[in-house]
């Protein structure tokens, strides 16, 4: 284990992280208003299709914020991995390479429960202008097989939640504080759970869902204010 401190040359990535977490927290906030202010896409294939035919604008600004967060994810893990390399380099290697590798498979993937997959859309604006019960009848079946790949459980949230147990535990001797570690603690505990066992836990899921913004919040905020000590540190007269 290494003594807990910044590189004042790592500034301009803590400040990439930093910003990128307050993108993060955005990119989940919008979809949850309009789960509030619309009705929650069904997971059936037939009722889907209809769904997003009827709330098209809705249907796509939900997937491309839980889709597209992934990508202010990856820097965010990023830095926090290289802000705690100095405690524990080799923990803070393998919680980066979680984080990093869990927003790849979730970008490559394309979609997220409940029910948001662009395959989807495609299939609506088919189903829409289908002249027969049979071609329905066929892309429900298909939307169905999305469906059930979209909501079963992914490697790519269990990884997601592994990170920030991992890189939370290692922060236990960097520079976030305790309020942060712990939060991370729980986060990446109950993630893992919540993530494994997410088509069984119903609304207990929410816990996780809540619990995540709030702790790319909170290191968004601490990443940023490592970026500012470093930047003093490094603009400071040396005695």
């Known amino acids: ?36 202010a619309a009705p929650v896409p069904p997971t059936e294939g037939a009722s889907v299709l209809a769904y997003i035919a009827a709330n098209k604008v809705v249907y796509l600004t939900e997937l491309v914020c839980f889709v597209g967060l992934g990508v202010p994810a990856m820097v965010v893990f990023l830095a926090v991995g290289v802000a705690v390399k100095d405690v524990d380099k080799n923990l803070a290697a393998i919680g980066g390479l979680f984080g990093v590798a869990s927003e790849v498979i979730a970008l490559a993937l394309g979609s997220s429960p409940q029910s948001l997959h662009g395959g989807l859309v495609l299939l609506s604006d088919s189903y829409a202008a289908a002249q027969t019960d049979a071609q329905r009848v066929s ?19 269990i990884l997601t939640a592994a990170a920030i147990l991992v890189l939370s535990i290692v922060m236990r ?28 836990i119903g609304p207990v899921y929410l816990l996780y869902g809540l619990a995540l913004p709030v702790w790319f919040g909170m290191v968004g905020w601490r990443l940023l204010r490592i970026a500012g000590a470093s930047a003093r540190e490094t603009s400071s007269p040396r005695s």
């Open 1 to 36: 284990m290494g003594s807990a401190r910044s590189d004042p040359s790592w500034s301009p990535l803590y400040r990439a992280g930093g910003a990128s977490a307050l993108v993060f927290v955005l990119l989940v906030m919008v979809p949850v208003v309009l789960v509030f």
């Open 139 to 157: 892309l429900a079946g298909s939307a169905d097989t999305l469906i059930a790949a979209t909501n079963a459980v992914s490697w790519a949230g």
């Open 173 to 200: 001797r960097g520079l976030f504080g305790k309020p942060i570690v712990v939060l991370g603690i729980l986060t990446g505990t109950v993630g893992i759970v919540c993530e494994a066992f997410r088509p069984l």
